[in-house]
């Protein structure tokens, strides 16, 4: 649920607008981008199209800051949790990202396709998403734990794990667009997670 | 060279047509496919635009005709040349993707963006041909050849393969895009040919 519980409450501007983005994000999960108008937002938040150009100059921007707020979502829920075992670390990240892609499909691969479909301001966001996600690997695992998974840092070990992401991008999102069939939740996980020492090892 | 060594010899609509492809690809190697234009094409070709429209109805159709002319030119490059070592068979082959991707890097790259950017006759190109190059690692390989690459044919070792396509492009088109300096073109080869048993490896 993203209304308040008691809509007498008076918000401020800035949560106003992240209540709309909220609001922003649940349409994001059922529906691609390009179906997302300020109309609709106004229709699911009950306000008037009037008012959300308070919040929102136009549709692009209205896109961007929802697509902002998806990112960081993502970003937080597969951040590292501080687990003992590199491994079982990893598997967590990718179990996150592989249900936040089943829970947000319909847009999650919207935001891929206009990333690379040549919106350079969303494409913008994908990359630098893209890269914070593969440089931890690097930088948020400890120097000790990446030696445990058999990574060291060179300039070919990175460009493997950029294919490792993209590996698991299309992964996921295939076993999801062929009905979750190919294989469990539990065997698409150790295949993800599995992955990336068994690259990164091909740089020895 | 693209123009026939003696320009009095009279061709047949559909080797003018051939010919004209021929300048299609040779342009899309160094642009990419949206400046692409019949103007350039008469340009190029020395004929009036009015002939060119003899030869393809429109701008989409002259550019379906070079996609896939290029992506038949792309999976002849790539195909296996019945060499005894598997191994060796895919360095081949991934050698000649790479000096491929190379050679032809502004429009190879166009393609890919213009496949995921919501253009669906392109797209169906491009998902056809990625299709029949992971396809052909089950099917003109020999099921001998597949047992010395531990390769098992089941739907997630399918997934793993269509993994391994997104990588190795991910791969080269970074490896390209970085000046080439991320690693050596022989160590490139050979991650991308030791990412394939090392991947499908992680089915057992």
């Known amino acids: 649920m993203t209304t308040t519980s008691s809509p007498r409450v008076r918000m401020s501007h800035q949560e106003r607008r992240e209540q709309l983005l909220d609001i922003g994000l649940a349409m994001l999960a059922t529906r691609p981008l ?5 109309e609709l937002l106004a ?6 199209r009037g008012l959300l150009y308070h919040y929102f100059a136009n549709k692009q921007e209205f896109h961007l800051a929802v697509v ?3 990112v960081a979502d993502l970003t937080a829920v597969t951040a590292p949790r501080d687990l003992a075992d590199p491994m079982e670390q990893l598997t ?3 179990a996150a990202y ?3 892609v089943v829970d947000n499909y319909a847009g999650y691969v919207s935001l891929v396709h206009a990333a690379a479909g040549g919106n350079e301001e969303l494409r913008e966001i994908y990359l630098q998403a893209r890269d914070a996600l593969t440089s931890r690997v690097f930088e948020a695992v400890g120097a000790e734990e990446l030696a445990d998974l058999g990574i060291v840092d060179t ?3 990175r460009l493997l794990v950029q294919g490792w992401a993209a ?6 999102i295939s076993w999801v667009a062929g009905g979750r ?3 469990t939740r539990e065997q698409l996980l150790s295949m993800l997670a599995g992955a990336l020492p068994a690259l990164v090892g091909l740089t020895d």
Chains 1, 2 share one sequence.
Do not use: F, K, N, Q
Request: net charge negative; hydrophobic share 40%.
């Open 68 to 70: 902002r707020r998806a």
């Open 43 to 48: 229709e699911e938040a009950g306000i008037s």
């Open 155 to 157: 300039p070919a070990a």
């Open 92 to 94: 967590t990240s990718m």
């Open 34 to 38: 390009e179906e997302m108008s300020i």
């Open 167 to 172: 590996l698991a991008e299309e992964m996921t």
């Open 181 to 183: 069939t190919s294989c």
């Open 98 to 100: 592989v249900d936040y």
